[in-house]
């Protein structure tokens, strides 16, 4: 069943080859593998920042080719573009390289800002992309949280009525009587061991690696297994799962059968998704809707 977060977002995911997303209402991608510019083509021009997670090729071998279509095609060829990435990668700095060489023109039209965890880069007047460190190489990996900034009415006012709090409203001011807190739209996992539930707490959407279906298939840790982000996103109750980064290995039809195993097993109250290459598939919606 085609997932209705098909809406938002848009992307390619297959561990090894290319791995990109792209977020169209806040536009942003995370990473930037191969193919995205043919997927996209003029969309490329709604893109204002590149969220890189890694310098692995299969998450940045796509960047020549997004500049270049953003400098040669039909639309706002001087749009300004952000490319955030980890502090220190050094396989960044030869694709940096190549960039400067191949594509001159856009020398002044891209920004690059290296990213440390914690730090935060704006989206708009109300949101940002927060990066936090990732388990994947011996040098600094990133995922990133889509932050949005809210207001809600200040603890000591609950319970009162509306009449009550619109009377505290004029007398004190809407500032007195509310105070601001931040919410994760979405969580990005980017490559990696399953990130700390901490991480991933609360969010709307989270974007989960799962590499292996089975344990035995992996080698060095540095890839989740389904199992495990199936367990992290029910510890942290998230809305809506979607699994990611399934090696090719696999068939289609044999990880959506783990993956709503899991759902179950691990009591996932959310929907669950899987994104298998260019698809987004809701495979389920939850215990919470199950048991209303």
Request: hydrophobic fraction near 45%.
């Amino acid at each position: 069943m085609r997932s209705p977060l098909t809406d938002s977002y848009e992307g390619h995911s297959l561990a090894l080859y290319s791995s990109w997303l792209v977020c169209r209402p806040f536009h942003f991608m995370v990473d930037c593998g191969e193919g995205c510019a043919t997927a996209l083509r003029n969309r490329v021009f709604g893109l204002r920042t590149v969220a890189l997670t890694h310098g692995h090729l299969d998450h940045i071998s796509g960047l020549p080719s997004l500049l270049n279509a953003r400098h040669a095609g039909m639309g706002d060829v001087d749009a300004p573009l952000t490319i955030v990435y980890p502090a220190g990668d050094p396989l960044l700095a030869p694709m940096r390289s190549y960039l400067a060489a191949s594509q001159p023109a856009m020398e002044d039209k891209v920004s690059w800002r290296a990213m440390e965890p914690g730090e935060r880069v704006p989206l708009d007047d109300q949101r940002s992309l927060e990066a936090f460190a990732t388990r994947h190489a011996a040098f600094l990996t990133l995922g990133y949280r889509l932050i949005e900034h809210r207001t809600r009415l200040r603890g000591e006012f609950h319970g009162l009525s509306g009449s009550a709090i619109r009377d505290l409203a004029a007398a004190r001011g809407r500032e007195a009587i509310s105070e601001g807190y931040d919410h994760p739209l979405a969580v990005f996992g980017g490559d990696g061991l399953a990130p700390d539930p901490a991480m991933v707490a609360g969010a709307d959407v989270a974007w989960l690696e799962a590499t292996f279906l089975d344990e035995a298939d992996r080698g060095p840790l540095v890839h989740a297994t389904m199992a495990e982000a199936v367990a992290v996103a029910a510890q942290a109750s998230v809305r809506d799962l979607v699994l990611t980064h399934v090696s090719g290995r696999y068939q289609r039809a044999d990880a959506k059968a783990l993956a709503r195993r899991l759902a179950i097993e691990h009591g996932l109250a959310g929907r669950l998704h899987l994104m298998w290459r260019e698809h987004i598939e809701l495979l389920s919606e939850g215990v919470a809707a199950a048991d209303a």
